[in-house]
Each structure stands twice: as C-alpha cells, then as structure tokens.
C-alpha cells in the first residue's frame, strides 16, 4: 500500500465532523414565542448588532449596550418594526418577566438620557435589557407631546387611539392621556429624529450626509407623511372595524416610508 492510499485510508475512516448546533431564538420574556432577530450593521464597531423584536408584546432585546450601537439604517429597520406591530392584536406584559439568556427576574428599572426619562428592565447579570416600543422611541428623544394645536387636529381626524405604552384605549374627545398608565398622548417628532440621525451619522465617519440633515423642507416632509399615514390608518380603522390606532406605529411607518427614499 503506497503512503498515499495510508492517509486516504485514515482519512476515511476518521468520524464526519459533528454539525454545528444553530443558534437558538431568543425567547420573549413576556409571552415565551421565539422573538424575530435583526442584523444590523454597528456604527462604530465592525461587528454586527443583533436586535431581537416581539411585535405582539411590543418589545425589543438588547444584548449588553446594543441599543446604543445602532446606525441610521437600524433606527429606520426599528421603525418598520415598530409599524408592522400596529396590525397585531397587542397582549399585555405580565408583572414579573425574566430574562431570555439566564431565567433570572429582570429588574423594572428608571433612566435618564440628558432631560428624557424612560423606563426598560434590566438583567442583574448585565446579560442585556427588555425595552419597550414606546420607551425605545422616548431613549432615543424621538417623541414630544402635541401641541394644543395639533392635539385639536387630531380630534378632528381620529376619535379613538390606543395608548403607546400599555395598549388601552384613549377617548381624544375627553382625554389628554392614558387613563390606565396615565402616559400623556406623544407623537414621533420630525426634529428630534433629524438631530439623531446627524448624531448617528457624526459617530460614524464617512458615512455620509444625514438623511433629512437639517433642512427644514425635509422635516416638513416627515410631518406631512406622518399625517397622511395618520389620515389613511383612521380611514382603514373604520372600514375594518378595529378599536383604535397606534399614532407611535402610524409615525414609524411614516418615518421608514420617507428615510428610505432619502438613503437610497
């Protein structure tokens, strides 16, 4: 046998690699069904940052600090997201939610980000935080509260809305807030998205100009597109028969439709 069939016959019978194991889905802490993972491209690292979205609980995962490694094209994803949930029927959090990567109780907890406070629940262990749709958009500073004028307007175009942050019902014809969770009423604010995405954008050189920078005209454009979306989202809540419309969802889906045109 030439030393050439010895190290074939040796390689044959050495036993097949074992298959790598996929990674398994992240959990959600509130209603347990694998929740849906995004890639995104990292601003300032060159590893990617995986975010994990439950859009019937209306959550977010964030590994360790992945919340604060997101560029623009992940804040735009995160709209999507967030507008895609306004067609799901929304359950509600359990008062005890546990974390995904090692089972312990996450810990309710109060932050503040410049004058913004928000809320999210971390891990003890620093395995990551369970943040909500709303208080992601209030992190991010996306989100003020409307003028008397607008509020006036918005009776004018929708009875009914579903408060951002636990789901129930808001009467505009009597209430200013939740009566539930008393969260006032809040619109996703064209200027504060166009400041973070310059901020984005500055933390990552060379990317490039900031979608909507800050020209007014662009801003404009997004306040315009949030009150169509806002018009034909109410026109489809009464041909369908639904309860009430999200204003956070109808402003991400908006905001995605209009970022994505100006980062092509």
């Given amino acids: 046998m030439t030393a050439a069939s010895r190290v074939a016959l040796v390689r044959h019978a050495e036993p097949p690699p074992h298959p790598v194991a996929p990674v398994p889905m992240t959990a959600c802490p509130n209603c347990a069904q694998p929740m849906r993972a995004h890639r995104f491209r990292a601003a300032l690292t060159a590893a990617p940052v995986e975010v994990d979205a439950c859009p019937t609980c209306h959550l ?36 005890a939610l546990s974390c995904p990567r090692c089972g312990k109780r996450l810990a309710f907890t109060h932050d503040l980000q410049r004058s913004t406070r928000f809320t999210y629940w971390r891990c003890a262990a620093g395995h990551g935080r369970l943040t ?29 809305v579903n408060c951002s942050q636990c789901g129930a019902p808001i009467d505009l014809a009597r209430e200013n807030a939740c009566s ?13 998205v166009a400041r973070t995405l310059r901020e984005l954008d500055a933390a990552a050189p060379g990317s490039g100009p900031a979608a ?24 489809e809540r009464h041909r369908e028969g639904r309860r009430g419309i999200d204003l956070l969802a109808v402003g991400a889906g908006a905001l995605a439709t209009v970022l994505g045109l100006w980062m092509r």
């Fill in 60 to 95: 977010f995962w964030f590994d360790g600090t992945e919340s604060l490694a997101l560029d623009r094209q992940a804040v735009r994803a995160l709209f999507t997201v967030i507008a895609d949930s306004a067609r799901q029927d929304r359950r509600a959090l359990d008062s």
């Fill in 132 to 160: 909500g749709f709303h208080a992601f958009l209030r992190e991010k500073n996306f989100l003020r509260e409307p003028s008397a004028a607008e509020l006036a307007r918005l009776r004018e175009l929708v009875r009914q």
């Fill in 180 to 192: 539930h969770c008393r969260a006032p009423i809040a619109l996703l604010d064209p200027d504060g």
């Fill in 212 to 235: 909507g920078g800050g020209d007014a005209a662009a801003r404009a454009a997004m306040a315009q597109a949030m009150l169509d979306s806002l018009t034909a989202s109410e026109r």
